[in-house]
């Protein structure tokens, strides 16, 4: 029998790249939500939309489409037919997308789209909200965190590889400024859910962590 499986977390906990593994051993699809927040932020940007105004973010939202597609090497993300897998991790996105996340009209629409992805189907989804707001009913929660410290290290490392070269300082600074943007904010703040399992990935390696997940699936 398929499930659902939320797994929520601050910032560079290694959440998609875990989802990914656990999805694919399933056969579930894989679901990245912070993508979309991306993706509508990117769009923001382009358009030259007031960031800070939640009318215009919900109405530029109304107005357009996102569509996640399962790839070789990933998810790949459309933005109104384009792909914008790649530009959504700019720097500029990142640093924008706390703000676009907090719109109530934004998240709104998000969840809804959301729900009706996830539908009747094996997935593992991630993000802050989806044990709390986005799939409550979930088999299956995880909250997973690292320290700030070791989180900006993963980042690092993961930038190396895509030959991006940011202080270690710089990350470990904008990382912690998001999540106190993602946990104070008004409408669905960042939160383990009350029936998530909390999972330390401080000193895990990815493997073992999916592995971890992998068990209480099948439980
Ligand atoms: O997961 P990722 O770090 O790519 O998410 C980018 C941003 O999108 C988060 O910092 C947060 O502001 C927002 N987000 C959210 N709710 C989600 C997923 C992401 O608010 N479910």
């Known amino acids: 029998k398929s499930i659902q499986i939320a797994l929520d977390g601050p910032a ?3 959440k998609s790249t875990i989802a990914k593994i ?3 051993k399933l056969g579930y699809i894989y679901i990245d939500t912070g993508a979309m927040y991306r993706a509508i932020t990117l769009k923001a940007i382009r358009e030259g939309i007031n960031l800070e105004s939640g009318e215009e973010a919900g109405r530029l939202l109304a107005d357009t489409r996102i569509d996640l597609q ?14 914008v897998t790649e530009d959504i991790r700019s720097q500029n996105v990142t ?6 996340a907090a719109h109530e009209s934004v998240r709104k629409q998000m969840v809804k789209l959301q729900q009706i992805l996830a539908s009747g189907r094996g997935v593992v989804m991630d993000g802050r909200d989806i044990g709390t707001q986005v799939l409550p009913n979930a088999e299956l929660k995880v ?7 070791e989180r900006a290290r993963r980042r690092f490392e993961e930038n190396k590889k895509r030959g991006i070269d940011t ?27 009350q ?4 999972l330390d990935t401080t000193n895990l390696s990815i493997v073992d962590a999916a592995s971890e997940i992998l068990k209480l699936a099948e439980e």
């Not at 399962?70 to 792909?83: A, E, R, W, Y």
């Not at 909250?143 to 410290?149: K, Y």
């Not at 202080?167 to 859910?193: N, T």
């Open 195 to 198: 029936d998530a399992l909390y």
């Open 95 to 100: 640093n924008s997308v706390s703000m676009m």
């Open 167 to 193: 202080p270690l300082d710089d990350l470990q600074k904008e990382i912690a400024a998001r999540d106190k943007m993602d946990s104070e904010r008004e409408v669905s703040p960042l939160r383990q859910a």
């Open 143 to 149: 909250f997973m965190s690292a320290t700030v410290e």
């Open 70 to 83: 399962p790839s070789q090497d990933g998810q790949l993300v459309f933005l109104d037919g384009k792909n």
């Open 12 to 14: 560079a906990a290694g």
């Open 22 to 24: 656990v999805a694919e």
